[in-house]
């Protein structure tokens, strides 16, 4: 199987946990985003949105956007779950997932981040002004729907955590304050101590700068 990422993108980062908590081994392919690699025709043939991650199966199959890529795996190896057993547990998770994948992270990526300063005129401080706001505000919701630790969702870590942690990597990055939310802290701490995170971590890849 085989991973097309880039190591600091954070949708592949948290591919990249699930594989790791699941076991299952991977190669790793890079798509330079800085390099525009992804801005290819060659890659657009593969992934028609032009981003990363890919996940190419042993059956030759090649999947994109990773939430369809982490219930694929998930269904693919059950064990150890990434989400809770109660239908309304899972609920309570899949929101948390939700706030990062859905409402903080394309506000925040590149393309987006791009089109800001091209399209619109923003200088360096807006888009830091932008980024840091859109974190801050899904940050502020994840800090009151944590349950207790020390993962995101109690003793073991799952699909909350594997979200929360590359999100958390992307704030400090960018120098965005973290004092106001000590729970996902504390998550992000616990996870940086399983070897299945730390393997993970952008600085661990073999394409890191
Ligand atoms: N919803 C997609 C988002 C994919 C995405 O935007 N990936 C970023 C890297 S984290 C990317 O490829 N950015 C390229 C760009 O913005 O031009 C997913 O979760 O897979």
Not at 58 to 76: H, K, T, V, Y
Not at 164 to 177: D, E, L
Request: proline share 9%; glycine share 6%.
């Amino acid at each position: 199987m085989k991973l097309h990422g880039y190591f600091r993108s954070s949708a592949a980062y948290r591919v990249r946990i699930a594989l790791n908590l699941k076991g299952v081994p991977y190669e790793h392919a890079t798509v330079h985003l800085l390099k525009g690699e992804h801005r290819t025709e060659a890659w657009r043939a593969r992934h028609p949105q032009g981003r990363v991650p890919a996940l190419e199966t042993d059956e030759g199959a090649f999947l994109i956007q990773s939430p369809a890529i982490l219930e694929w795996i998930e269904e693919r190896w059950p064990r150890p779950p990434l989400l809770p057993e109660d239908a309304l547990e899972r609920a309570r998770v899949r929101a948390v997932c939700a706030i990062v994948a859905c409402d903080i992270h394309p506000l925040n990526n590149l393309a987006t981040l791009g089109w800001l300063k091209e399209r619109l005129g923003a200088d360096q401080a807006a888009v830091d002004a932008w980024y840091a706001h859109w974190i801050t505000e899904g940050f502020a919701a994840i800090e009151r729907l944590l349950a207790p630790g020390p993962y995101a969702f109690g003793e073991t870590p799952g699909m909350a955590d594997l979200h929360i942690v590359p999100q958390v990597f992307n704030a400090r990055r960018f120098s965005v304050p973290l004092e106001a939310f000590p729970r996902i802290r504390a998550v992000d701490e616990a996870c940086a101590a399983h070897p299945a995170f730390a393997a993970a971590a952008p600085e661990n890849q073999p394409d890191a700068a």
